[in-house]
């Protein structure tokens, strides 16, 4: 079994530090803290079960859907004009 360091581990999966200190709260990973010149440092026992489960959960950027600016911006617009209507409503009760 490989340890690695959690900076090490978001490198590797392409993943915040954020994202894979929550998986290390929510128990998702196998954590050893060992001390090294007088630090607690955490690392993350690579196991291969669990890799195979965060890979399927992570979504590819390939796989992402691909939108242009303009669809973006349309769809903001459409959202804008919602909000518009329900602050007009809530004026109105008010």
């Known amino acids: 079994m490989e340890k690695v360091t959690i900076k090490a581990y978001a490198v590797k999966h392409k993943l915040s530090i954020f994202n894979v200190v929550k998986m290390l709260k929510s128990k998702k990973l196998k954590t050893v803290v060992e001390e090294e010149d007088g630090k607690e440092i955490t690392y993350i026992v690579l ?38 209507l329900e602050i007009e409503k809530l004026k109105i009760k008010t």
């Open 47 to 84: 196991d291969e079960k669990i890799e195979k489960e965060i890979k399927k959960k992570i979504i590819p950027s390939s796989e992402k859907v691909k939108c242009t600016i303009e669809d973006e911006i349309k769809l903001l617009k459409a959202e804008v004009k919602l909000l518009k």
